[in-house]
């Protein structure tokens, strides 16, 4: 509760002027002329003011409102490191008591955790912003941080806070901190498979203010978890190593550098990478083994992809076949068997023999070239047809070693819808064909099966009453499939609506070219928005729970639960930046959660230095926790323009702010009495001058 006096004119400020001046002019004529009355006329016309400018006493009914003191408390990754946790939770803990004893001031905590996949690093000050939104700026008491000292948002000046009062820090760790870290000053995004990429990088010693020391350190390099560079790298310079992609897709690229001396955190040694594999050119080798309806098929598939280079053969003029016609009159192209089956034979990254039966064109040498190129690494497709069951079978030749299927002499007529198998479902170049949920599949008939008897490998297709349509088998370090019907040429042609023959036949190329996306043994992961998702595709029924290393060293099992047949998956909270280790039997995989080059970890190590100038610029002080965590400042209340911080406490502003309930308003000069003042000064006025 609280009074004062003040004033409610009945008339305007210029209608009393111009009353008084009169009045004013009047007196002073009269005390000119020393006349008797002249002070009571003049105690009479102030009265008349007086009462004019209505004098009221106010009386308001106040309830003080206390002021808001912030905590920011820094949870970021960079606070995990070593006793820091503990420490900032000490040092919480001992403000908070404090704070708690201080009459009129309201605490608000706020905690910045940071979100794995942001680039702008620890973020304080927008959390202090966030937290105030609601409140007033002139009922703020102050700031106080309590953080390692490595805050990216500090802003430029004190304006910028928004708020007249001090901010305070509290450091959490040690002075004189070392560290090592690793900095991807460039990293390949694409690479052509098989040529040479460049990845540069650096390595820091921030204890040695980021320059050159003349030491070395060790850098291992892994592209998909295999150790594909080791070098020692000049600490504090640029360093590049040449590395080759294996595969098309995405390949992972690990960097780690040694641990250092008195090292704060391994995380800010490890970078991760992910560049995609392009094949330069494709080249594809066809031969069909006669014209036929389907041959069309195979070649617009491989000319419909801008990445292949197609060389394509059709055995028009067998040798058998003579007819008479010179030779010099012929336009055909001799079939350049030594060229492709002998000398260039490596140079292609698929061969496919499309109803190709034995002629006498190719030797068994070249077969056994064939068979010698699958084994060490090469992928062959045989699309058969009809002679794949005669007596000119290439079952017949040496590519029997290779081949999965064995005819059996036998061919069935007959329409009927493919089908595919249980291994098919789960297998990653048939698992859900469009078409193939429904039973019998929505897709168009052949009428053509050459029978065989399967010698190995997965049936991946096949037809209602069970003989093998498709299957696909490994030859070596290579890898071989056949299509025992020539009749998938009708789904291109839209026969009975057709099927997904363009789709089938480009995972099956490329499954042959061992794309890891076509892979039926596979693991990969990914961390986005703060979460591992783990992915397992396998041909077995069920798998075990994977096994997946955080960026702290930390283990942990994540269960993989069946999503689709033949596909498991898992999920596990990413908050760590960093990189992910995920490994499951023979099997492995990394992901990396966060940028490249993380801020959060450009320098791990405590500092006074960053928060400084606003702490100095709104008057405030730094203290370090990490030292002694018991050491932590006491608590006052200071007003405006009274030092905010001492050696051993910190103030907070005291605003002295209030809200007013009710207000209740007294004249002190009502009608009756100034009349009454004013006759009786007036009457003393006549009395006196009748004397």
Request: proline letters at 7%; zero cysteines.
């Amino acid at each position: 509760m609280a009074w004062d006096i003040v004033f409610e004119p009945l008339l305007s400020v210029w209608l009393i002027s111009a009353i008084a001046l009169p009045g004013l002019a009047a007196l002073a004529y009269g005390a000119i002329r020393r006349a008797r009355g002249a002070p009571w006329r003049t105690a009479a016309f102030a009265v008349l003011l007086l009462a004019l400018a209505n004098p009221t006493v106010r009386q308001e009914d106040r309830e003080a409102v206390p002021d808001i003191a912030a905590i920011v408390v820094d949870r970021s990754q960079s606070q995990e490191i070593g006793a820091r946790p503990e420490d900032t939770s000490a040092a919480l803990q001992k403000i908070s008591e404090r704070l708690a004893r201080e009459d009129g001031i309201e605490t608000r905590i706020v905690t910045a955790t940071g979100n794995p996949d942001d680039e702008e690093g620890t973020a304080l000050f927008a959390a202090l912003e966030e937290a105030l939104a609601d409140v007033p700026r002139e009922r703020i008491a102050g700031a106080i941080f309590i953080t390692d000292g490595q805050v990216h948002d500090v802003p430029a000046n004190a304006a910028a806070l928004g708020f007249d009062a001090p901010v305070h820090g509290v450091i959490v760790g040690r002075k004189g901190e070392k560290d090592r870290r690793l900095h991807v000053t460039e990293a390949p995004r694409f690479g052509i498979v098989g040529e040479p990429v460049k990845l540069t990088f650096r390595v820091d010693e921030t204890s040695a203010g980021d320059g050159p020391t003349g030491e070395t350190a060790r850098v291992t390099v892994r592209i998909d978890g295999i150790e594909a560079a080791v070098t020692n790298a000049p600490i504090g310079e640029i360093t590049g190593v040449m590395l080759q992609l294996g595969h098309g897709g995405p390949n992972v690229i690990e960097i780690d550098v040694d641990k250092g001396s008195d090292e704060l955190t391994m995380i800010n040694n490890r970078a991760v990478i992910v560049a995609n594999g392009v094949r330069d050119r494709l080249r594809v080798l066809l031969v069909s083994g006669e014209p036929h309806p389907g041959e069309r098929t195979w070649r617009n598939l491989l000319r419909s992809d801008p990445s292949v280079d197609l060389v394509h053969f059709t055995i028009l003029r067998p040798p058998e076949k003579d007819d008479g016609t010179p030779i010099g009159e012929l336009s055909l192209i001799t079939f350049p068997t030594h060229e492709l089956f002998d000398q260039k034979l490596d140079e292609f990254d698929l061969i496919v023999f499309d109803r190709y039966k034995r002629r006498g064109v190719l030797s068994p040498g070249y077969f056994l070239n064939i068979v010698e190129y699958v084994e060490r690494g090469g992928a062959f497709l045989a699309a058969s047809g009809p002679a794949f069951a005669s007596p000119f079978s290439i079952y017949r030749t040496p590519l029997a070693a290779i081949l999965p299927a064995q005819p059996t002499g036998e061919i069935s007529i007959g329409g009927y819808r493919p089908e595919v198998t249980e291994a098919g479902n789960r297998h990653p170049v048939t698992a859900a064909l469009p078409g193939a949920e429904k039973s019998p599949p929505e897709w168009g008939r052949w009428f053509r099966t050459i029978e065989v008897n399967a010698d190995g490998g997965d049936i991946l297709m096949e037809t209602p009453d069970g003989k093998p349509l498709m299957m696909l088998a490994r030859a070596g370090e290579g890898r071989v499939a056949q299509l025992l019907s020539d009749q998938i040429w009708l789904w291109s042609r839209g026969y009975e609506g057709g099927g997904p023959q363009a789709e089938l036949l480009r995972r099956l190329a490329h499954w042959l070219m061992k794309e890891p996306d076509l892979e039926e043994e596979n693991l990969s992961a990914i961390a986005e928005d703060g979460t591992l998702t783990i992915r397992r595709r396998t041909m077995l029924e069920e798998t075990p729970a994977a096994r997946v290393t955080l960026p702290s060293g930390e283990e942990r099992e994540v269960p993989l639960e069946e999503v689709a047949p033949g596909r498991f998956e898992g999920t596990a909270e990413a908050r760590e930046l960093g990189l992910y280790r995920i490994a499951q039997g023979d099997l492995s995989a990394v992901a990396a959660a966060g940028p490249l080059n993380p801020r959060e970890f450009a320098d791990v190590r405590a500092t006074a230095d960053v928060m400084q100038p606003v702490v100095a610029a709104t008057g405030g002080g730094i203290w370090w926790a990490g030292e002694n965590a018991g050491d932590t400042p006491g608590i006052r209340s200071v007003r405006a323009n009274q030092d905010a911080a001492g050696a051993n406490w910190m103030g907070l502003r005291r605003n002295e702010h209030y809200i007013v309930h009710a207000v209740h308003q007294v004249p002190l000069l009502t009608g009756p009495v100034a009349l009454i003042l004013i006759l009786g000064t007036l009457a003393l006025a006549w009395w006196r001058e009748g004397r």
